[in-house]
Each structure stands twice: as C-alpha cells, then as structure tokens.
C-alpha cells in the first residue's frame, strides 16, 4: 500500500482549530477596543459637558449678576454688548480657551444671526432641524466630521426666553447700540420659545482613536504569534494519534474485499486518506448490492401491473391538465378584484395550495422589503434554500424532495421574491407540474408588477393633492368655462368667508357679487388661448386687496384647456406701503418746515421789535392803528412759524401712567365750551375698567384737540354732534379712542392725501394743515396708529398700545 498523501482530514482539523482561535482572537480583541472607546467616550463626554458648565455659568453670571448691576450703573436705554450680552460674553471666552486649547471645537451660531460669522453652517442646520422635530430634547450628542477632523459633538438648542426678545425680537425695542453696530436686517423676528440657535461643543478622538486601535493591532499581533506556535504543537500530536490508525484501517479493508467492483472500492480508498472516504467507500459497497437486488426484483414483476399504472398516471395527468385550466381561470377572476399584493395572494395561495395537493406554501418578497405571505393562516415564514440567491438571478425554479421554490417575476431577466409550496412526505413532481408552475410564477409576477404601477400612480395622486392642499394661500384648477375642477383647503375657506362663515366647498361664493371674481377671472378665456401667464389686482367690496395670477396648462382648445388659479392676499402688504410712504412724507416735508422756519424767524422777530418801537413813538390814532396790523400779522406767522417747528422738531416729552379716561375728559371740559356757543352737541363714552398706558399726558391731549377742533369746524352750526369714545380691545392689547362727528365726511380723493402735510380742506387762512400731520406724527412715536373712516360723517379711530411697567423704548 502506497503511503499517504496529503493530510487532508489534518489540514481540516487545523483549518477548524485556527477558525476557533482567531474567533476567540476577534473576540477579545474586540472586547480590548469596545473597552478602550468606552472610556475614551466616557471622559469626552465628561470635557463636552464640563465646557457646557463653564458656559452656562458665565451666560448665568451675566445675566443674573453683571447685566443687571450694569443697567443700574448706567444711564437708562444704554446697553454695553461687551459687558452686558450673555452671547458675546460667552464667545469671546471660548474663543481665548479655543486659542489656548486649540483641539477644542466651540460655537454658539443662530439662524438668521446678527453677525453673520456666527450664521448657523450646513452640518449645523441638521441639529437645528432635529431639535425643532424633537422640542422635548435638551441635548444631542454623537461623533461627527466638523472641518475635516472627528469630534465628539455635544449640543444644545438656544431658545428665545422674554429677556431675549429684548435684543432678538423688533428693532423698536432693541438697544441703539446694536442697531448702529449691526443695523436692523440681521437677528430680528424671533418669537417667544422659538428654536433658532445651537450652543456646540465639540472634543477631538481622531489621535486617540489612532491610539486605541494601535493598541489593539499589537495585541492582535502578539496573540497570532502565539497561536502559531501552538498550531505546531498540536500539528505533531494529531499525525501520532490520528493518522497512523487511518493507516492501519485501510491494511484491514485489504484483506476482507475480493469481487471486481469491491477491489474498485479498495483502489479508491488506497489513494484516499480521509475518514469520510472509507465511509463513501462503504455505502458504495453497500448501494451495489442493493442495486442487483433491486434488478432481479424488477425483472419478476407483472407486465399487466405496469401497464395498469401507466393508465392511471395518464389519467392523472389528464385530470390535472383540467385542474390547471380552472385553477388559471380562478386566478384570472381574483386577480381583477385585487387592489394590492396582499389581497392578491391571500386568493392565489389557497387555489395554488389545493391544486398541487400541497401541504403548505408561501411567497416571499426578496426586495428590501422581505415581506410574506403563507397559507394555511398561521403558518411560519417557509425556509430559504441555500442556493436562492442562482434561483433569484438566473429564474429557474428549484425542485428537492418535498418541495419547489419557484421565482416569480415578470420577465425571464429578474424575479421579485419566490414562491414555495411543501408537500407531505413521499410526494411527486410531475415535469408536466413544473412546467406549470413555471409558467404560473411568470403569470403571477406581471400581475404584481401591474399591481405596484397602480398602487405608485395612486399615491402619486395622494402626493399631489397633499402638496395642493398644503399650499397655504388659495389654489385653483379652472377649465375655459369657468368651472372648478379642484380647489385646496385655503380657497374653500376663502370662498366661506365670503359666504358669511359657511361651508362652501364648491367656492361658488368667490363668483358672487361681493367675491373676488364677479366674471370669469383675468379673462381667462384670453390666457388659454395667448398660452401666456396673466397677473392683476383685484379689490373687494369688504376694502380687501388680492393678487390673482392664471397660468394656464396647455391641453387642446382653449375651452378644452385649464388654467392654475393663484389668488394671495396683499391687504397688509398695501397698508403697510402707505405707512412707509406716509412716514417717508413726514419725515422729507419736517426737514424742509424746519429749514424754512429757521429763515423766516430771525426777519419776523426784527419786523415785529420795530413795529413795537414805532407804536410807543405814534404821533396819532391812524399810525398806531397800522402798527398793530403789522404787529398783529407779524404774530399771526410767528405763530405758523412755531406750528412748523413744533411738527419738524416736536418736544422731548416725559412719558407716564395715564388713564387716558380722565385725560379726554379734562380735555372735553375745555372745549365744551367753544362747542355750546356753535350750538354742537358733545358725547363722551368711556368704558369702566379702562387700563392706564404709558405715555405724555400733554401729547393725548393734543392728540384729542386737533381731532376735536376739525369735527368741531365740519359741522353745522346748532346741528352739529361730535361722539368720543375710549374703550378697550384684548387683541391686540390696546385702546381704542374715536372722535366721530355728523359733519359731510371726507371724500375719497382728500382720504389719500389726509395726514399729508400742509393739506387742508378749510378755507384761506383757516388752517394750516399741520394739524393731522402732527397727529399721525405723535401716534406713531407711541407705537399706536390712526385710520379715517366715513359713518355718517368723518370717524377717526386711535389705537394706543396698553404698556405696563413703566417706560418702554419708543415711547415719546
């Protein structure tokens, strides 16, 4: 006998042992690293929050401590950033512990920050977004890459408390030095508990995740030298113990075989050296013999037995081939009344099942997916072969005993998951059933792929319509007539709110007299037809102003085609326009009133000190009578002159808590009697429980006058009727002061024109226009506003803001 080749059965067991050892290896290897970056993210975790200490604690300091010490060491409304701003503070600390620590990663940036060094960045943005999705979470914590080195991030959402809305929220109210030193675009807008800042810290790892995996490459090292050796060792035993018996085996096998196909046995396992082979070589001693026995036992059976279960098998054959037509029409008629897969198998499995008298049977979604579904119900996931992924990618179904996994899909090219069917034990696969199920898993998988197209284009619709109806101003679909094809949530109630607050879904209401289209809207029978996108105005009996914008989406004639209706409110947007360009006005005629006053002044003062000396020298009654014309008229323009440079520079008034009630009401007690003797009737309304405001008592007053003294000049003598009234309005919280009188009101075309300067509708020498210029002027230094309506007469409207707890920046 030839000696042995190579050690195969050694090479496995060694193959084994070393797969062993380098798990164990793995392991702990493996354990020494978790370890080590478990301490490493303990004591980084510790840094980033000792940083978030040191920060809060100084933010803390400057508000608690030196902020408020230094607004009592300084002048009211002055504001020292570098002394008194928690954010700067905080920065520049950081900023020298940066410079001294220079691996210490440190920003505190906000959206929409005043200075745009600090402007939150991409990577920034993400946390900012996850603390907004989760309000409930006051950190966030994790490794990121931040300007190409690993750190370990730690961070914290800013929100905007009251005190910050001081610095953060209008202008009005900011100090002066941060609108010189950063203007008034950047910082502003924010609200109460708004999320818009983060404060990030973050702690270098990248050396010490060098160092750590150093560390454990060297133990690797050292733990694979000494697994060599004991390879070795092991090596020297197993060819003692092992391998000298396997020798001594096959000595045995020798003597015991003599027949032609057992010395082929023999001869195979001579050159074989493996416990495997001489069991192989066993069962094919043993299959031999059972194969002559077999034979001889074939040869003796009845011919008329073969032939009678020949006959049968055909007659089965022929059964299933009717079984196959029904089972192909019962899918036919399921798959039409499906609407997903789920409901598609959940018919299909059964009919499948009970047709190829399987036992139980499944279908698996090999996509991301891994979806399935079995039958009978209750029935586990059904077991994967450990070929599927050939099955999967060349589509070719895969029969063992007892069981099929067919690839379902709708082409020869790919498949979407396989079908499995189980039958009992002993049971058998016709070829004629395989082609069959071939054929049904190609059916099965076009029906699923028709299926998903139907489910993508419904949830495309669901995605439209949500967009549609998220849009928050007014959308709609249109065709040539006129007729609406959709229309979001924000048009129907639009379209209520011109229906008198009732539901209208159907948007007629924005067709009737008094809604935003009484026509068609833009002419769009003309947009459809020119392709062209068409834009107006449009203006609503209610005084509300929209932008109506058609675009048109081509599709055949333009009675054929339709058209996006988009319709924006710009109400506000026109009011405040006409503020800014009434403010704009005011501000351009103050600078020229002061000017000329200044001019005309100093020559009125010399004309009227010599006309007095010329009084106290008149020689007769006729010469002294001239004289006080000149003085007269020298006092009538030092006075106008005096009304100029009261609206271009008015008078630093003392603002204080005022019960605006009384004010009006002492006022009222001055002017009656002006009133009895015109025959004007006064009324004066105030309601109880009128809150004091903050702001000049002798600016209310003028306020008050100027109004009383135009009604008093609209109306008729012995008819005439001025209302005033003070009441309160919760929202805003404000009040609400009206001077109404029964006069012929002010025509449209004066309205526009009405707190102008110089403007006045009196005659020559009556007035000089100034009066509701000054007006508007001293309303909006209080942060209120006035507006002019026609009722009946002229209807002023004064809305004054209720300010507690003293003085508040803008106030006069």
């Not at 793995?26 to 370890?35: D, G, K, T």
């Not at 979001?488 to 067709?511: K, P, V």
């Not at 007769?620 to 030092?638: M, N, R």
Request: charged letters at 25%.
């Amino acid at each position: 006998m030839g000696t042995f080749g190579p050690k195969n059965l050694q090479a496995k067991f060694l193959m084994g042992l070393g797969a062993i050892v380098l798990l164990l290896g793995i392991f702990f290897a493996s354990s020494l690293y978790f370890h080590l970056s478990y301490l490493l993210d303990t004591q980084v975790k510790d840094k980033a929050d000792l940083v978030f200490s040191q920060v809060t604690s100084v933010q803390g300091y400057v508000r608690e401590i030196l902020r408020p010490k230094m607004y009592e060491s300084l002048p009211e409304g002055e504001f020292i950033i570098e002394a008194m701003s928690s954010s700067y503070i905080s920065r520049v600390i950081m900023d020298q512990m940066n410079a001294a620590h220079s691996e210490y990663y440190y920003r505190r940036v906000a959206d929409n920050a005043r200075n745009p060094i600090f402007e939150i960045n991409k990577n920034e943005y993400e946390l900012l977004d996850y603390f907004r999705a989760h309000p409930e979470q006051d950190f966030w914590e994790g490794y990121r890459k931040m300007e190409g080195k690993e750190y370990f991030i730690k961070a914290r959402p800013v929100k905007f408390k009251t005190s910050c809305l001081t610095c953060h929220g209008v202008p009005e109210d900011a100090p002066p030095i941060l609108l010189e030193r950063y203007g008034v675009d950047r910082g502003f807008g924010h609200k109460l508990n708004d999320i818009s800042g983060l404060v990030v810290v973050g702690v270098p790892v990248e050396g010490a995740v060098g160092n750590i995996r150093e560390v454990t490459i060297g133990y690797a090292a050292l733990y694979g030298g000494g697994m060599l050796l004991f390879f070795g060792l092991v090596q020297m035993f197993f060819n003692r113990l092992i391998m000298n018996n396997l020798r001594r085996l096959i000595s045995k096998f020798r003597t015991l075989f003599h027949e032609d196909a057992e010395l082929g046995v023999l001869e195979k396992l001579e050159h074989e050296d493996e416990i495997e082979e001489v069991v192989q070589g066993l069962e094919e001693l043993g299959d031999h013999i059972h194969e002559m026995h077999y034979q001889l036992r074939q040869h003796s059976e009845n011919l008329e037995q073969t032939v009678e279960v020949r006959t049968k098998e055909l007659e089965m054959e022929a059964e299933e081939r009717r079984l196959d037509v029904g089972l192909f029409v019962q899918l036919l008629d399921g798959l039409n009344r499906s609407h997903t897969r789920r409901q598609m198998w959940r018919h299909s499995l059964p009919l499948i099942i009970q047709r190829f008298r399987a036992r139980e049977g499944g279908f698996i979604c090999m996509l991301a997916s891994q979806t399935f579904y079995t039958w009978p119900k209750g029935t586990s996931k059904p077991e994967l072969p450990a070929n599927w992924k050939e099955i999967i990618t060349e589509v070719k179904p895969y029969f063992e005993p007892g069981k099929a996994y067919i690839p379902v899909g709708s082409s020869d090219a790919s498949s979407e998951g396989l079908l499995c069917l189980t039958w009992e034990e002993g049971a058998r696969i016709t070829e004629l059933d395989r082609n069959v199920l071939r054929a049904l898993g190609q059916q099965l998988g076009i029906a699923m792929e028709n299926l998903s197209s139907l489910h993508n284009l419904l949830r495309q619709k669901d995605m439209l319509q949500a967009i549609v109806e998220g849009i928050s101003d007014p959308l709609l679909l249109m065709d040539g007539a006129c007729g609406i094809f959709l229309a979001n949530e924000a048009a129907r109630s639009l379209s209520s709110s011109f229906a008198g607050g009732e539901s209208d879904a159907s948007c007629s209401a924005l067709f009737n007299e008094g809604g935003i289209f009484e026509t068609c809207p833009l002419q769009l029978q003309s947009a459809l037809e020119e392709g062209n996108a068409m834009s107006r105005e449009v203006q609503t009996q209610d005084g509300r102003s929209f932008s109506v914008n058609v675009f048109p989406v081509a599709e055949g004639t333009a009675q054929e085609g339709r058209a996006v209706v988009y319709v924006r409110d710009v109400t506000q947007e026109k009011q405040m326009m006409a503020t800014m360009q009434q403010s704009e006005k005011l501000a351009t005629v103050g600078q020229f009133a002061a000017g000329l006053a200044h001019e005309i002044n100093n020559p009125l003062g010399v004309i009227k000190c010599y006309a007095e000396l010329l009084k106290g020298e008149a020689t007769g009654p006729e010469f002294a009578s001239d004289v006080d014309v000149i003085i007269k008229h020298a006092s009538q323009a030092e006075s106008v002159l005096q009304d100029l440079l009261n609206f271009a520079r008015p008078k630093r008034m003392e603002p204080l808590s005022l019960n605006v009630g009384e004010v009006l009401t002492n006022a009222i007690n001055v002017f009656r009697i002006q009133a009895e003797k015109k025959g004007v009737n006064v009324v004066l309304s105030v309601d109880e429980d009128i809150p004091n405001i903050v702001a000049n008592e002798q600016a209310i007053e003028q306020i008050f006058a100027n109004l009383f003294k135009n009604g008093l000049d609209a109306v008729e003598e012995n008819f005439g009727r001025i209302e005033v009234s003070v009441t309160k309005e919760l929202l805003p919280d404000s009040i609400i002061i009206r001077v109404a009188d029964n006069g012929s009101g002010i025509s449209d075309d004066h309205r526009i024109k009405l707190f102008d300067p110089f403007f006045t509708t009196k005659d020559v020498g009556k007035g000089t226009g100034l009066g509701l210029a000054v007006v508007y002027g001293l309303v909006q230094e209080m942060g209120g506003s006035i507006e002019m309506n026609n009722n009946d007469g002229a209807v002023f409207t004064v809305s004054l803001p209720v300010k507690e707890g003293g003085r508040a920046e803008g106030d006069i």
